[in-house]
């Protein structure tokens, strides 16, 4: 069963998800120490592509022993690990205006800690409001007909 070390939560709320994509990531030993503490964090983090591969770019994963890593930064860009086909693929939808790779969660699938990031779209503000409504109005149904 899969462990969430870090989530995104801000963004299913902000940005329309369109797509769902997982990939490993390129970290070193203590890094991955830290991340299974639950230490990462994903705010303001984004996916960049960058001459055919992808970089998860503004994470922060602090240092397993602070006094034990001189030089080490936080929040340094981290290679994605993918297949070139989805490289490929991935390339094709970053180049469509208003679209972004938004990271949504770092997890463990066996003993490897994956990213799971999504092809997401900005929602605007009456987007949103829109959505609020719908949802209170489908709770307000339920309640109604007394079911939970």
């Known amino acids: 069963m899969p462990r969430i070390f870090a989530e995104n939560r801000r963004g299913a709320f902000d940005y329309d ?3 769902k994509f997982r990939a490993g990531l ?3 030993g203590q890094e991955v120490k830290s991340i299974k503490l639950g230490r990462a964090s994903l705010a303001g983090s984004y ?3 960058q001459q055919a591969e992808l970089w998860l770019v ?3 994963i602090p240092p397993y022993q602070p ?3 001189p ?3 936080a929040e340094r860009n981290r290679k994605l690990l993918l297949q070139k086909r989805e490289l490929r693929y991935l390339a094709g939808k970053a180049s469509q205006k208003g679209l972004t ?3 949504l969660k ?3 699938d066996r003993s490897q800690i994956k990213l799971e990031f999504a092809l997401a779209k900005p929602l605007k503000k009456w987007d949103k409001r829109e959505i609020i409504k719908k949802r209170e109005a489908a709770r307000e149904m339920r309640e109604s007909l007394g079911t939970p």
């Open 17 to 19: 998800l369109l797509e």
């Open 26 to 28: 390129v970290l070193t």
């Open 47 to 49: 996916v960049l592509p």
């Open 58 to 60: 503004g994470c922060h």
């Open 67 to 69: 006094k034990n890593a």
């Open 71 to 73: 030089g080490y930064l």
């Open 101 to 103: 790779f938004l990271p």
């Open 106 to 108: 770092l997890y463990t």
